[in-house]
Structures are given as C-alpha cells and as structure tokens.
C-alpha cells in the first residue's frame, strides 16, 4: 500500500540521492497523523461544547483523582503553558462553571482549582467521545501492532521525557 508520503519521499530521492530520507518516512506520517489527529479532537470535544485547550486543563484536573483539584503550578506542569495562559484559561473555565478557585489550607497565600460536577460532566463525556473517535482511527491495525506502535512511540519520545 502507497501513501503521499511514498511519493514525496521518492522526488526527494530523484533529486537527492545522497540523502537518506529515512526520517523523512517516519516524521512526514507522524505530523500527517497529528493532523488528522487534532482533526479528531476538536470534532469529538465540539460535540460537547468545550475547546482543546479547555480539555487539557479539565483532564489534568479529572486524573488528580478525588477531590480533582491541582494548584495553579501544578497544572502549569500538566499542561505545559505559561502562568500567564493558565491564569486566562482558569478565569474563563470559571466563568463557565468548570471550575472554582478554593484557598490553599497549605498556603495562606495560595489557591487550589477544582473540578466541578458540570466540569467533571464535560471532560468525561468529551473523553469518552475521543476514545471512540481514537478507537475508530485504530481499527484498522491489529491489537498486537498498536502495542508495537505504543512502545516504539514512547521510544521515540523518550528523549523528550527527561
């Protein structure tokens, strides 16, 4: 079976021969798939009314576990924005009813967010509508070649990990 990526990697070998265009066949389908991917996300969370960016906060909020509440740095480290953007994107999913802000019995000065009913409503039904979506992605691939796939990504990943 042929791709675009086939066909796009045979040019540059015409043109290039003294390459080796192997990362090329790796990372052209790895940011192909992350399209569709993204694609995928925003569809399954537009179905419950909440933005990717909102599912990231609420997610790193719903794995907490019981009483699904994170300090502010905390979730900066889920997510990976800036103390700038977390503070917008709390403001806003408060608004919404997503979450609250509750003082920090540890820190005087500091706060806690917490998850909502309605918050923790919209992130489990977004979830569930991802995996769905995910899952139908994958049908295609044997269960034994996801697992490949799944290691030899967290190989690839690893570096990035540290």
């Known amino acids: 079976m042929r791709d675009e990526v086939d066909d796009l990697v045979e040019a540059w070998a015409r043109e290039r021969a003294d390459l080796d265009l192997g990362p090329v066949e790796v990372f052209s389908r790895i940011s192909r798939l992350a399209r569709h991917l993204d694609l995928t996300r925003r569809t399954a969370f537009e179905a419950h009314r909440i933005e990717p960016w909102e599912f990231d906060v609420l997610a790193a ?3 907490a576990g019981t009483p699904y509440e ?5 979730l900066l480290r889920e997510t990976l924005v800036t103390s700038g ?3 917008n994107r709390v403001d806003r999913l ?5 979450v609250s802000r509750l003082p920090d019995p ?6 806690l967010v917490r998850l909502t009913r309605a918050g923790k409503a919209a992130v489990d039904g977004a979830f569930e509508a991802l995996l769905d979506a995910e899952q139908a992605l994958l049908a295609e691939l044997p269960a034994d070649d996801q697992r490949r796939l799944a290691r030899l990504l967290r190989e690839l990943l690893g570096p990035f990990s540290k």
């Open 61 to 63: 909020l719903r794995r």
């Open 70 to 74: 994170l300090s502010p740095g905390r």
């Open 85 to 87: 953007t977390m503070t």
């Open 94 to 98: 408060e608004i919404r009813g997503f």
């Open 106 to 111: 540890d820190d005087r000065r500091g706060v």
